[in-house]
């Protein structure tokens, strides 16, 4: 006992070693405080890289190439030194650690089986790992090892393809962000590929450049205006359906369903024939799904969309698109069984029907503009909140206030397939949907949920009614 505090004392002095770097704003302070109270792990953002057949690279080496341009990342994003203190407390703050033991934050693992081997579009391998991921916090070795670990996932130890797995706590980046760095890591991997081998490091510290500094939080950058006549989400007369209430633990479950590219060209043209958004037809495709299987009394369904903030930050757009941080907002959209019809012989008419309803629901948003110029923002509200964590702590045993959540970060068009994932959010929606576009064209669609939230039998009839939906719209 008298060991395991001297430890846990130790542990903290280390801590308050560290140098300061800023104070957590609060949009980063909830996803550290969820963090804390084991709502909330990470996010995570998978590509995979085939070098090119010019490289003059050889197998054995891709080890330290991986460790060399990684760690030419790390050093230019400060934010990737930085270490949440006090997550759970309003003074929580980012320390900086002095250096990366890049050894210890970058992981090789070989495939069982190779990749293009996919079951029915599925990576069962991939999404095994995933799921073991965002079931794991950042906790142990705190002090010493950063927010974030690259896993990368060899094809076979004689082969240069391979997935690297981006996994970062929230408060240091959103879903963009992991596309920020995947772009650096692209960049680097292709000078260093072109050029001589001589110049790779093997694992070792890595520190940060002396001109780079952590970017200030969201509210320095955005005026967040508060809504005088924000939009009302109620659902009091209606039977709206939010899988089951609020509870802890939190245990992650993860699948991901991968559409080959010429269907995902298929579906995006139809998108633009429609004039709606691949996340409007997305979130519809679920509700329609969701639908079919949820009983006939369920009259509502809400789904959460995030809205990258970028565009309105007081950055330059070049330093705002390759900002590695936590700027997003997110909206509301329902949908309504009486908006879908019966009858139809297809789910495609319904899945247009409600694309439209989210298309407007999106756009309602952006056009709610305030005297700024901006939209009116959703998360503004955190400002008028002491201490966030205590909301947190509070809501265990509630009602949920939406059925699921659908993020779209685009397209990454250097790499192939693209992934982004995410651990389920304990007091989020019941369901979650994460979308992203390799530059093969494929697009795969990945779905987290609370264990016990859902049922494995619910999640099965779901995925067969997802997969159904997608084929009814070639």
Request: hydrophobic letters at 40%; glycine letters at 6%; a negative charge.
């Amino acid at each position: 006992m008298l060991n395991s505090f001297s430890r846990l004392t130790t542990r903290m002095t280390n801590i308050e070693q560290l140098k300061s770097l800023r104070a957590l704003g609060k949009l980063e302070q909830v996803s550290a405080s969820c963090h804390h109270l084991g709502f909330f792990n990470n996010v995570g953002l998978s590509a995979h890289y085939k070098l090119p057949t010019a490289s003059s690279v050889a197998v054995s080496d891709i080890p330290n190439l991986v460790y060399t341009a990684a760690a030419a990342v790390i050093s230019k994003h400060r934010i990737l030194f930085a270490v949440p203190v006090d997550e759970a407390t309003p003074n929580a703050y980012f320390a900086s650690l002095p250096s990366i033991d890049i050894n210890r934050s970058v992981k090789f693992i070989t495939r069982s089986k190779p990749l293009n081997s996919l079951d029915e579009g599925e990576d069962k391998e991939l999404d095994a790992i995933l799921e073991d991921q965002h079931n794991t916090d950042f906790k142990a070795d705190y002090g010493s090892l950063p927010f974030w670990r690259l896993i990368i996932l060899r094809n076979s130890k004689i082969d240069v393809d391979f997935t690297a797995i981006f996994i970062y706590h929230h408060a240091i980046g959103d879903g963009v962000s992991g596309l920020v760095f995947h772009r650096a890591f692209y960049n680097e991997l292709e000078a260093l590929s072109s050029s001589s081998s001589s110049g790779f490091q093997s694992g070792k510290g890595v520190v940060f450049h002396e001109n780079t500094q952590v970017l200030p939080a969201l509210e320095e950058l955005h005026p967040l205006p508060i809504n005088p006549k924000p939009p009302i989400h109620s659902s009091a007369n209606s039977n709206e359906w939010t899988g089951s209430s609020i509870r802890y633990p939190c245990k992650s479950r993860w699948m991901s369903l991968h559409l080959p590219s010429s269907t995902s060209k298929l579906f995006f043209g139809k998108c633009r024939e429609n004039e709606v958004s691949v996340a409007s037809v997305i979130s519809s495709i679920i509700a329609t799904a969701l639908f079919s299987i949820l009983p006939p009394t369920v009259e509502v369904l809400t789904c959460i969309i995030p809205v990258n903030l970028r565009p309105w930050l007081r950055l330059s757009g070049e330093s705002a698109n390759a900002a590695i941080g936590t700027y997003f907002d997110a909206t509301r959209v329902r949908f309504t069984r009486a908006n879908q019809d019966s009858q139809a012989p297809t789910s495609t008419h319904n899945i247009w029907i409600g694309a439209q309803q989210a298309s407007k629901g999106i756009r309602c948003y952006l056009e709610d503009v305030s005297p700024s110029g901006e939209p009116y923002t959703s998360v503004s509200v955190l400002q008028t909140i002491p201490d966030v964590s205590s909301i947190f702590s509070s809501m265990v045993g509630k009602t949920r206030d939406a059925a699921f959540e659908v993020t779209n970060v685009g397209v990454f068009s250097a790499v192939g397939k693209v992934l982004l994932s995410r651990s389920s959010l304990a007091t989020g929606a019941a369901m979650t949907a994460s979308v992203a576009t390799g530059g093969d064209g494929s697009m795969t669609v990945g779905f987290s949920w609370q264990d016990g939230v859902l049922d494995d039998d619910f999640v099965e009839r779901f995925k067969q009614e997802i997969r159904k939906n997608f084929e009814e719209l070639e």
